[in-house]
């Protein structure tokens, strides 16, 4: 997969180029490796379940923010000094994120936020459009009443967030919309399965966002005729409605090639970046 998106002309325009012509992109974005407490504190712990989870939750959703851009690095001890806690937490933290390929560990070296893989990209699609397809499929079968409610009331948020232009609020309704699938579906633990799938599509979709490519209206309709087939009890209508929705690997590459200006800022976050040094 990854040999493709290298042969496909659409994306052969060097950032430099690019960034040359004009592009908007963030000076953050090109600036040297900044110090954790740029963006670490006690407050990011929410205080709910035990301390790895929290740290891990808080650190995870900076990484998929791209908060916490690639190659930062994130050693034990400086983690826990800006979170306040021991590094016990923040060492099983660092390893769950390994794990989810958001971290690497370069053993007595160095640990860092990885590079965004546009393999695993493509790979959680796959995941999500299989997954995610059936699911609608099952739950158009499966639902009750309650089910279809909680669809309903998630939509009318989201139509209250685009509204409110309030872009944050829609992603995260956008995830509870589609767990309410996938729970309506009887199939809870499929959730996990795609979360930890799709983090590279989180973090894709993050870059989007700071160069304003949205397409908020076309996701809240597709919404919407999902929700209804799900409500009529159409199996079929509500897989093919979902297949749309998530569209196909080949529309996911093209998507993402035929936006220069993405590829710039794509290339800029993650060639790695001089390391931060405190001036004298």
């Not at 597709?222 to 749309?244: F, L, P, S, V």
Request: overall charge negative; glycine content about 4%; some cysteine.
């Amino acid at each position: 997969m990854g040999v493709f998106f290298h042969q496909t002309p659409l994306v052969r325009a060097s950032s430099t180029d690019i960034l040359a012509s004009g592009a908007n992109i963030s000076v953050m974005m090109l600036s040297p490796e900044r110090p954790l407490t740029d963006f670490l504190g006690p407050s990011l712990l929410t205080g709910e379940g035990p301390l790895v989870v929290q740290v891990h939750g808080a650190l995870r959703e900076l990484i998929l923010e791209t908060i916490l851009l690639p190659w930062q690095t994130l050693s034990e001890k400086d983690v826990a000094a800006c979170l306040k806690v021991s590094k016990t937490p923040v060492r099983e933290a660092i390893i769950r994120l390994a794990e989810e390929g958001l971290v690497t560990v370069v053993p007595k070296s160095r640990t860092y936020v990885a590079p965004i893989n546009l393999d695993r990209f493509l790979e959680g699609c796959f995941v999500r459009l299989q997954l995610e397809s059936g699911a609608a499929r099952r739950a158009a079968s499966e639902r009750t009443l309650e089910d279809v409610c909680n669809l309903k009331a998630c939509l009318a948020r989201q139509e209250a967030a685009v509204a409110a232009e309030d872009y944050t609020a829609f992603r995260h309704l956008d995830e509870e919309f589609h767990a309410l699938i996938i729970e309506a579906a009887k199939l809870p633990g499929v959730i996990q399965v795609i979360e930890t799938a799709k983090v590279e599509i989180d973090r894709i979709r993050s870059l989007k966002q700071r160069l304003n490519i949205r397409a908020t209206d076309r996701v809240l309709a597709q919404h919407r005729t999902i929700t209804a087939a799900i409500a009529d009890k159409n199996t079929a209508k509500a897989e093919e409605a979902m297949q749309d929705h998530l569209g196909s690997i080949e529309n996911k590459v093209w998507e993402l090639g035929e936006n220069l200006e993405f590829w710039a800022l794509f290339e800029a976050i993650n060639r790695e970046r001089p390391r931060y040094r405190l001036s004298a």
